[in-house]
Nanobody, 126 residues
Framework: QVQLVESGGGLVQVGGSLRLSCDAS????????MGWFRQASGKEREFVAA???????TYADSVKGRFTISRDNAKNTVYLQMNSLKPEDTAVYYC????????????????????WGQGTQVTVSS
């Protein structure tokens, strides 16, 4: 079992920044690939960013150059730094953990993740 708790969401103006955090417990975090996804109202959940246990990362085209995923294995935490925010970034952001392998790959596919957090709302106002 893995428990994931997101924090750091909120209301921000266009062009602003937020940093999301995801605290994980219940498994050796350092061997777990992690991901961030988001779901806007009325839309499907979509990939945002992912990171392997060693720090290799991948991003959705829509956030490249603006968002940065990172992890602190000592704190069992993964972060999503979001800069230059746009109204289209408004969504509930979810943290996900992939436990079916040893976390070697940063995975972009939603169905490849095994555990999910409850989500944190990010609203970007224009």
């Amino acid at each position: 079992q893995v428990q994931l708790v997101e924090s750091g969401g909120g209301l921000v103006q266009v062009g602003g920044s937020l940093r999301l955090s995801c605290d994980a417990s219940g498994r050796t975090f350092s061997r777990t690939a992690m991901g961030w996804f988001r779901q806007a109202s009325g839309k499907e959940r979509e990939f945002v960013a992912a990171i392997s246990w060693s720090g290799g990362s991948t991003y959705a085209d829509s956030v490249k150059g603006r968002f940065t995923i990172s992890r602190d294995n000592a704190k069992n935490t993964v972060y999503l730094q979001m800069n230059s925010l746009k109204p289209e970034d408004t969504a509930v952001y979810y943290c996900a953990a992939r436990t079916r392998d040893t976390g070697v790959y940063a995975v972009e596919v939603r169905y490849e993740y095994d555990y999910w957090g409850q989500g944190t709302q990010v609203t970007v106002s224009s």
